[in-house]
């Protein structure tokens, strides 16, 4: 017995392309693979781990779409302090022109550290000065994110 034929699909045209035709091909220069790059009107922000194998060092990098062969580490004396705490750094497009930076906090009682606490610190890149946008204030153990509360800070 032969088989059912399948019902012909009707034949439609391609969706219109909304995508631009030129790709630009950034330089490698980075000291190591960058992590969650985005663009800021005509700037690309990326993280790299520029530490060792044993412990992560974050360093923000940026580069312009009109120079994306010269990468410059963006950072002032004053982020040390974030930059030696933060674990597992994400960032994302904020409103205008500010970069979100989602954190996990390492905890400083332990050889293998793990995050504790998760941030979501706001970088103002005109004035070049992070805040903290919000904050999870659960226990922080994997599993376990039932009856975490977020605490969202307003500017």
Do not use: Y
Request: glycine letters at 6%; hydrophobic letters at 35%.
């Amino acid at each position: 017995p032969s088989s059912p034929s399948a019902p012909s699909t009707p034949s439609l045209p391609p969706p219109p392309c909304t995508c631009s035709d030129s790709w630009v091909t950034f330089a490698s220069n980075l000291p190591a693979k960058p992590r969650s790059p985005i663009v800021i009107s005509d700037s690309v922000f990326a993280l790299c781990d520029v530490g060792s194998p044993w412990r992560s060092q974050w360093k923000l990098f940026t580069c312009t779409l009109n120079n994306h062969n010269n990468w410059v580490c963006l950072e002032k004396h004053e982020w040390a302090d974030i930059f030696d705490l933060i674990k597992r750094p994400r960032l994302v497009r904020g409103d205008g022109n500010k970069l979100l930076m989602i954190v996990g906090l390492k905890s400083i009682f332990s050889l293998n550290p793990s995050c504790s606490t998760m941030l979501i610190l706001r970088l103002d890149l005109e004035k070049l000065e992070w805040e903290e946008a919000g904050n999870d204030s659960g226990s922080g153990n994997e599993g376990e994110g039932e009856g975490a509360a977020w605490r969202w800070i307003n500017e």
